[in-house]
């Protein structure tokens, strides 16, 4: 091996500290990565089981007055009014479309009908 000058041993020590610097920010990183892991795998149920429990106390509030299971009921009928409201237009909007499509098809029929009984009445 050859011999290092001191500038250049020197320039090799702060390259090596650099090196063990950056090793240990890597370090920190993962466990702080990890670390953070371990918190959301605690946290995500807790909050899940919290949210379910604020659903069914707001169930039980609301249940438990007859002013708001009046407004809850009511909005329900509402809410089912629409939907079939808007249903009932599709399906007579597809049975419109049909009608259409049948009524042109017959109409393709008679012309082509009365087209061969022309011709018939030519050659006879």
């Not at 089912?80 to 017959?106: F, H, I, M, Q, S």
Request: charged share 40%.
């Amino acid at each position: 091996m050859a011999v290092q000058t001191p500038t250049q041993r020197q320039a090799a020590a702060k390259k090596a500290a650099a090196t063990r610097k950056r090793n240990a920010a890597t370090q920190t990183t993962r466990l702080q990565g990890a670390a953070r892991g371990a918190q959301r795998a605690l946290y995500v149920p807790i909050g899940a089981i919290l949210e379910a429990r604020d659903g069914f106390a707001d169930t039980v509030r609301t249940y438990s007055d007859s002013r708001r299971v009046q407004r809850e009921f009511d909005r329900f009928e509402r809410r089912g009014e629409r939907a079939l409201r808007r249903n009932r237009r599709v399906v007579e909007k597809r049975v419109t479309e049909a009608r259409r499509e049948v009524e042109d098809r017959v109409d393709d029929v008679q012309t082509g009908a009365v087209d061969l009984v022309e011709r018939v009445r030519s050659r006879v």
